[in-house]
């Protein structure tokens, strides 16, 4: 007969764990927004001096691969 090993569960929380300080909903207005943050290698940041020319670049690259799988 084999005996299964008993689980324990803690549900305290570690005194490290010190929420006392958060704040409800801190991001959420910015989550909301549904932001993406990409961070860029330091070598391509350099070509790229805003988030407008990334995006153009990426536009440009993208009709390139439509026309050229066509």
């Known amino acids: 007969m084999s005996q299964e090993p008993e689980t ?3 549900d305290e929380m570690r005194p490290e764990y ?3 300080g958060g ?3 801190r991001y959420f207005e910015a989550y909301k927004q549904s ?3 990409i ?3 330091p070598d391509v940041a350099e070509v790229f001096p805003d988030s407008a020319a990334v ?4 536009r440009l ?3 390139i691969a439509k026309s050229t799988a066509a």
């Open 8 to 10: 324990i569960v803690n």
């Open 18 to 20: 010190d929420f006392s």
């Open 23 to 25: 704040v409800r909903g």
């Open 35 to 37: 932001t993406n943050i």
């Open 39 to 41: 961070v860029l290698e």
């Open 55 to 58: 995006n153009e670049a990426l």
């Open 61 to 63: 690259l993208t009709k």
